[in-house]
């Protein structure tokens, strides 16, 4: 209450001391009254109260999380390198043999 009569005195010593704010309109930028919003400041939902208790942990899930999944990519990617990998020796073990029985077929028809 004393801070509106304040405000109230303010207003009223620039509207006299300066003409051209005078002729501006006051306007409320707020679309609920201050005490409508007040109201509900002091009582917090229940949504909120919920949300509060697991605000203390969601950092360490958010890390604990974020350590797995990139855990789980560095397994993954590993074992896609060395897959790659196994499959690449295979054919060429393949096309060394492969190439060496042409080799006897060509002599052999050759001869």
Known sequence: ???KQSTRHLALATRIS???????????FTSTPAQLNSAQAQQPSSY?????NYKTFMGAF?????GAV?????????WLKLE???SRVEKNEEMATLEKKARELA???QK
């Open 62 to 66: 958010g890390k604990v999380f974020l």
């Open 84 to 86: 790659t990998d196994e």
């Open 107 to 109: 002599a052999a028809k």
């Open 48 to 52: 909120r109260q919920g949300m509060s």
């Open 18 to 28: 300066s003409p051209i704010l005078s002729a501006i309109p006051r306007r409320s």
């Open 1 to 3: 209450m004393l801070f």
């Open 70 to 78: 990139l855990t789980y990519q560095i397994i993954y990617w590993t």
